[in-house]
């Protein structure tokens, strides 16, 4: 594609999400294009995955066609989830959590829908969550470990180079550590870094960083994931690189 070529589409996207009131995802949607395409990447784990917003951008936004295996616990929404993927033959959805332990846990479902999480409500959240980010009721949840789901899910879905993207609210480390040995076949990964404390024990983003560098990743892209920070920067999001796929230095 040509120089001219890619400024105009992406001018007529800089358009279509500002008509939208979506204008705050284009640097995510920018790095998301240029990071699946780079690294050939052809499944995402699309984990968290509330009614399916993020695999729906992939879709109409990002320009990915490859397997989207979406996981969402919260059974309120899971249908509409559901719902929304049964037109698509390579988008699978799981009405689960994926955590650091298989087993059963007391997932929350909160007043608004997309903050529910395993955690509980931080005491020191900001105000303008307080309300949105309460308890209205708990339910079992079956969660499992992504290193024991990948072997089945890799003949299943026959997929190469994985994507790993987390949004758990406060989760995603847990999400991580389950995955075991099995992160370093992902090829990159999307994680929400709270900057401001939203739920209790939740990992900040210093320590994220810090762990996923431990761990091979090191940083592509950060961006604020919703277009209600301001002055204060509450979370963003951050997509990694697995280190062993760039080149060698020296």
């Known amino acids: 594609m040509s120089r001219h070529i890619r400024e105009l589409r992406d001018r007529a996207l800089a358009v279509r999400l500002a008509l939208a009131g979506?204008?705050?995802?284009?640097?995510?949607?920018?790095?998301?294009?240029?990071?699946?395409?780079?690294?050939?990447?052809?499944?995402?784990?699309?984990?968290?995955?509330?009614?399916?917003?993020?695999?729906?951008?992939?879709?109409?936004?990002?320009?990915?066609?490859?397997?989207?295996?979406?996981?969402?616990?919260?059974?309120?929404?899971?249908?509409?989830?559901?719902?929304?993927?049964?037109?698509?033959?390579?988008?699978?959805v799981f009405n689960m959590a994926l955590s650091d332990f298989d087993g059963m846990a007391s997932f929350n479902i909160m007043a608004?829908?997309?903050?529910?999480?395993?955690?509980?409500?931080?005491?020191?959240?900001?105000?303008?969550?307080?309300?949105?980010?309460?308890?209205?009721?708990?339910?079992d949840m079956q969660c499992r470990r992504l290193e024991s789901l990948l072997p089945d899910l890799r003949r299943a879905h026959g997929f190469a180079r994985p994507f790993l993207k987390m949004d758990t609210q406060g989760h995603d480390l847990?999400?991580?550590?389950?995955?075991?040995?099995?992160?370093?076949?992902?090829?990159?990964?999307?994680t929400e870094l709270g900057v401001r404390p939203i739920y209790e024990g939740g990992t900040g983003y210093r320590a994220m960083i810090d762990w996923l560098a431990e761990h091979g990743f090191v940083p592509s892209a950060f961006f604020a994931n919703n277009k209600g920070h301001f002055p204060l920067l509450v979370e963003m999001d951050g997509i990694f690189v697995n280190r062993a796929l760039l080149p060698r230095e020296g």
Not at 178 to 188: K, S
């Open 22 to 92: 979506r204008v705050h995802q284009y640097p995510e949607i920018q790095a998301l294009r240029r990071f699946l395409g780079a690294f050939a990447v052809d499944c995402v784990f699309d984990v968290g995955a509330n009614r399916g917003q993020y695999a729906t951008m992939l879709r109409s936004d990002a320009g990915f066609g490859g397997t989207i295996l979406s996981f969402e616990p919260n059974p309120d929404i899971f249908s509409e989830l559901e719902r929304n993927a049964s037109s698509d033959r390579r988008w699978h």
């Open 174 to 190: 847990s999400v991580c550590e389950g995955a075991g040995d099995a992160l370093r076949d992902m090829a990159g990964v999307q």
């Open 112 to 139: 608004a829908d997309q903050f529910s999480s395993l955690k509980a409500p931080s005491g020191e959240q900001d105000a303008i969550f307080a309300e949105r980010n309460r308890v209205t009721r708990t339910v």
